[in-house]
């Protein structure tokens, strides 16, 4: 049997399933899916990107208590379903963030 390398994934995924795929775009669902599966999410984004409670509040236009909680106790964390937004809405963030940081380096 052929070894598989990582080239060969999206080709494989589409003859396969008549999708076309994208590797960086598979690449970013993979990243923001180990984000959301964390133990701590909260605090991953904090480390990865810098997004503090005070920008998940402004994305979500939660409450600030409700955005403390989730980023200071376990218990208080929020389904898993509204994990994996929030990680698509602070990934989201981190890159418009990237993109300003390059407009002005130019």
């Known amino acids: 049997m052929p070894k598989v ?15 076309n795929v994208d590797v960086e775009e598979l690449k970013k669902a993979a990243e ?3 984000i959301a599966c964390a133990d701590e999410p909260m605090k991953m984004m ?15 236009g939660a409450p600030s208590r409700t955005v403390e909680m989730w ?14 937004l929030i990680v698509e809405k602070c990934a989201d963030m981190h890159e418009r963030r990237l993109e300003r940081e390059k407009k002005r380096q130019k």
């Open 5 to 19: 390398t990582r080239e060969d994934i999206p080709n494989w995924f589409q003859r396969k399933t008549g999708f």
């Open 71 to 84: 980023f200071h106790k376990e218990a208080s964390r929020p389904p898993s379903w509204v994990v994996r």
């Open 46 to 60: 904090r480390d990865l990107w810098g997004i503090t409670p005070r920008d998940c509040e402004k994305i979500l």
């Open 32 to 34: 923001l899916d180990r």
